[in-house]
Structures are given as structure tokens and as C-alpha cells.
């Protein structure tokens, strides 16, 4: 398993509180992801990013806010503005560039917000 | 955007039969379809996956077929084990982004 990494494995936030997610990868990939992932949905997509310093907005972005300053690392935060955010959070990487490639995930996080 | 749509949503199998899960995708530009297994408490993994070029691809006992006029793609398991209880999940991604949209997931029960 290596290669991506997510921490903390279980997150407990108050509601009305940001929280940030953290995703670090060293498998020198260009492109990240972030999926939320609840039971009977399948995974859905937050946000991605291609290349550092760019990212895209997925099929769920309202009240999530992510950064790509480095090519390892893509943190997420949950902002408060995220109505339902307790869910368990997939990141993801791939080499990036033309076509499709495998996404590689990381383990999740699983955030608790009450 | 893309939408997909897997079927049933819970498949009871008993060991040694095959396993049948199929999906269907909206988008007729999609032209890559990978399928991840997810065991209880780990991460989603890659297992196969078919781009539009191609009808058919096998991988010991897991094969995917897909059928780009219907506009709808299966995984077969055959001879199944124990090990193949998972959730299973469908995806569809056009060449651009690599941006995957995934199904809604069916958990497979393989009975020993």
C-alpha cells in the first residue's frame, strides 16, 4: 500500500468548524483528486487537479476548497459551508497528461462532524 | 455530465458460480471504463479495465465486455472465491482530465 497517503484516518470536528483533510503522495504524479464516498453512492468527485497550481471543481464542490501549491501534496477543506460533510473522503492520484491512466487511492479519511 | 448506473446493487453468489455486474453510461464520449474492487475497510484498487477501441478483455477469471452502441459495459468473475466478496465499482472517463465518474457500487457475496 504506499505511495499515497491520507491522515488522520478519523477526524471529529464540531459543527461550524473548517477542517482540513490532508493527501500526500511520492509517486511523482501529476495529477490529484478528491472523492467523497457515501454508503449506496459510489464515489463521487470533489475536486481535481491536472498539474500544480491548477485545479478544477468536480461534480460537488459546494463548501469545499482545496490547494495545489506542491506536486506531493493536495490538501482539502471541509468549510462549514458544506451542509452534510460527514462522509468518508477518498484521495487519489494518476500520472496525469493525455488519455487515462489507473487512479491510485489512499486509505481515507472517515470525518465525523456533529 | 456523465452519468452512470450500476446493476443489482447487492449480488449473493455461491462459490464456484459466476458473477455478473453491468452498467451503463450516458456520455457516448467516454471512451475509458475501468472497474475497482473495494475490500471492507480498504481502499478502492484497479482490477480491469476496456477503452472504446476494444469489445472485450480478460484477466484470468474477471473479463469486461463493453458495448459502445448500447452504450453499456459488464464485469464477469468467474469460478468465484471467497476473496472476490467486494464492493465493486464502474467508471466512465473521457480521454480529456481523466475525470472518472463512478457508479453506485455493488456489493458481491461470494457463499463458501
Known amino acids: 500500500d504506499g505511495g499515497i497517503t491520507q491522515s488522520p484516518k478519523y477526524l471529529f470536528r464540531k459543527e461550524g468548524q473548517n477542517v482540513t483533510l490532508s493527501c500526500e503522495q511520492n509517486?511523482?504524479?501529476?495529477?490529484m483528486y478528491w472523492y467523497r464516498q457515501d454508503p449506496g453512492q459510489g464515489l463521487r468527485l470533489i475536486y481535481y487537479?491536472?498539474?500544480?497550481?491548477?485545479?478544477q471543481k468536480g461534480d460537488i464542490a459546494e463548501g469545499y476548497s482545496v490547494s495545489r501549491e506542491k506536486k506531493e501534496s493536495f490538501p482539502l477543506t471541509v468549510t462549514s459551508a458544506q451542509k452534510n460533510p460527514t462522509a468518508f473522503y477518498l484521495c487519489?492520484?494518476?500520472?496525469?497528461?493525455?488519455?487515462?491512466?489507473?487512479?491510485?487511492f489512499g486509505p481515507g479519511t472517515r470525518l465525523t462532524v456533529t | 455530465g456523465e452519468n452512470v448506473e450500476q446493476h443489482p446493487s447487492t449480488l449473493s453468489v455461491q462459490e464456484g458460480d459466476s458473477a455478473v455486474i453491468k452498467c451503463t453510461y450516458s456520455?457516448?464520449?467516454?471512451?475509458?471504463f475501468p472497474w475497482y474492487k473495494q475490500e471492507l475497510g480498504k481502499r478502492p484498487q484497479l482490477i480491469i479495465d476496456?477503452?472504446?477501441?476494444?469489445g472485450e478483455k480478460k484477466d484470468q477469471r474477471i473479463a469486461v465486455t463493453l458495448n459502445k452502441t448500447a452504450k453499456h459495459f459488464s464485469l464477469h468473475i468467474t469460478e468465484t472465491q471467497p476473496e472476490d466478496s467486494a464492493v465493486y465499482f464502474c467508471?466512465?472517463?473521457?480521454?480529456?482530465?481523466?475525470?472518472?465518474?463512478f457508479g453506485g457500487g455493488t456489493r458481491v457475496l461470494v457463499k463458501p
Open positions: 487519489a492520484s494518476s500520472i496525469g497528461g493525455a488519455g487515462n491512466h489507473e487512479q491510485y
Open positions: 509517486l511523482n504524479h501529476d495529477a
Open positions: 487537479s491536472q498539474i500544480v497550481n491548477d485545479f
Open positions: 456520455d457516448s464520449a467516454s471512451n475509458y
Open positions: 476496456i477503452r472504446s477501441n476494444v
Open positions: 467508471a466512465a472517463s473521457m480521454a480529456a482530465g481523466n475525470k472518472l465518474t
